[in-house]
C-alpha cells in the first residue's frame, strides 16, 4: 500500500489520508503553548492526534535553528501534525518538506492566524482573501510531499463563512485530506460565540473529513458539536491548557461511559509531570524560564492559585520547581482540598 492510499478507518476512529487516529479527539496547534512536553500530556491523557505550534515556512527556508527546534519530536506522540504558515508556494513546499523528514505524520497549513505580522507577509487568515495564491501552495505542499495534508481555517472576514466556503471546496481540489475549522472570524480573535453551523455547512458539501474547533470547554460540548454539526472529530485548543484530562473525558462520553472526575491531586501529578517533561526537552535553564508563567496554567480554579503564581516567578533549577509544587500541594491537603 503506497503512502497516498487510505486503508478502512478503525473502528470509532476517522482518517486523515495514510493517518488512523484511535479515535476522534484532536489538540489543537496554539503559538507559543504546544510545545513537545504539552503534546506529550495530551497522549497521555488519550489525546489521539496532537498539532505542534506553528512554524515559520520561512525561518526553515532561512535555516533557523530556533525554528527547527519547534518541530523536535519523539514517537511517544506519534502521529503528530506540524502546522507550518508562509505564502510563498515554493518556500512553503520546502517547509513541508523538512516537516516530514522531522517526523510529522501530517503536514497542516494555517490558513487562520489573524495576528497583524502575519497577516502583512500575507500569510494565515490573509490566504483566505486570496484563493489563486492559496491554490499555488496547496498544489505546491501537495505535489512536494506524500505524508498527509490538512488545513486550518476560520469562517472568514465576514460572519456569513462564504470564505471558508470557498477555500474548503478549493482544498478538496488540491488533495487535502481534512479540514479542521475554527468558525469564528478573522476579526473575532478568540472573542464571541464559534458558529458551529459553520461547520455542519462545510460537513455537507465535502467528501474529506471535518474537524471542528471552537468553544469545546467540556465533554459535554464535544457531544454536543458532533450531535449538531455532524464532524468527524473535535479539536480543542484553550481548554485544554493546563487541563489535559479533558481528552480523557472526552473520550469517556464518546465511549458511553462515566465521565471521569479530575481531582487536585491528579492535577499536581500531571503538573509535576509535565516539569519534568520540560526540563528534559528544554534544558532546565529554558525550562526554568518558561515555567514561570505556564505552571500557573496547571491551577487555574484551585485554592491558593494566586500564591503559587507568585511563588513561582522565580524558578532556579528543576529541584527548585518539585520544591514549590510539594508545598503548593501540601497547602491544598492542609486545606481539604486534596480529593
Known amino acids: 500500500m503506497n503512502a497516498r492510499q487510505s486503508a478502512p478507518a478503525p473502528a470509532g476512529g476517522f482518517r486523515i489520508g495514510p493517518v488512523a487516529p484511535a479515535n476522534p479527539t484532536v489538540l489543537a496547534p496554539l503559538a507559543g503553548i504546544t510545545d513537545l512536553p504539552l ?14 505550534e506553528m512554524v515559520s515556512a520561512y525561518g526553515l527556508h532561512y535555516g533557523s535553528a530556533k525554528t527547527r527546534t519547534l518541530m523536535k519530536t519523539t514517537g511517544a506522540e506519534a502521529p503528530l ?13 520546502e517547509a513541508a518538506v523538512m516537516a516530514a523528514e522531522a517526523g510529522a505524520a501530517i503536514v497542516d497549513i494555517n490558513f487562520g492566524c489573524a495576528v497583524r505580522k502575519i497577516l502583512k507577509s500575507g500569510s494565515g487568515a490573509a490566504l483566505m482573501r486570496e484563493p489563486d495564491r492559496a491554490r499555488a501552495v496547496l498544489t505546491a505542499v501537495r505535489r512536494a510531499i506524500s505524508v498527509a495534508l490538512t488545513i486550518k481555517i476560520r469562517s472568514g472576514w465576514d460572519p456569513s463563512g462564504a470564505d471558508a466556503e470557498t477555500i474548503a471546496r478549493l482544498a478538496q481540489d488540491c488533495g487535502v485530506d481534512a479540514i479542521a475549522v475554527h468558525p469564528r472570524t478573522a476579526r473575532q480573535g478568540f472573542g464571541g460565540r464559534a458558529d458551529w453551523k459553520i461547520i455542519a455547512r462545510l460537513k455537507k458539501i465535502l467528501e ?5 474547533n471552537g468553544d469545546i470547554n467540556s465533554a459535554e460540548d ?9 464532524c468527524d472529530a473535535v479539536m480543542i ?9 479533558i481528552f480523557t473525558q472526552v473520550i469517556a462520553a464518546l465511549e458511553g461511559r462515566r465521565i471521569p472526575q479530575i481531582g487536585h491531586r491528579d492535577r499536581i501529578a500531571v503538573m509535576r509531570r509535565y516539569a519534568r ?11 526554568c524560564f518558561v515555567l514561570r508563567s505556564r505552571l500557573g496554567w496547571f491551577v487555574k480554579g484551585l485554592p491558593q492559585a494566586t500564591r503559587f503564581r507568585r511563588s513561582i516567578r522565580h524558578l532556579r533549577s528543576e529541584e527548585h520547581i518539585m520544591e514549590l509544587i510539594d508545598a503548593y500541594e ?3 491537603l492542609a486545606g481539604g482540598d486534596g480529593s
Not at 474529506?208 to 471542528?212: K, L, M, Q, T, Y
Open 330 to 332: 501540601q497547602i491544598l
Open 208 to 212: 474529506i473529513p471535518v474537524i471542528g
Open 81 to 93: 501534525a506540524i502546522q507550518i504558515f508562509g505564502s510563498d508556494p515554493e518556500i512553503m513546499a
Open 237 to 245: 485548543g484553550r481548554a485544554a491548557v493546563g487541563n489535559p484530562f
Open 277 to 287: 517533561a520540560a526540563v528534559c526537552y528544554l534544558g532546565e535553564k529554558t525550562a
Open 222 to 230: 464535544a457531544l454536543e458539536m458532533i450531535r449538531t454539526t455532524g
Open 39 to 52: 503534546r506529550l500530556m495530551a497522549k497521555e491523557a488519550g489525546c489521539a492526534l496532537v498539532y505542534s
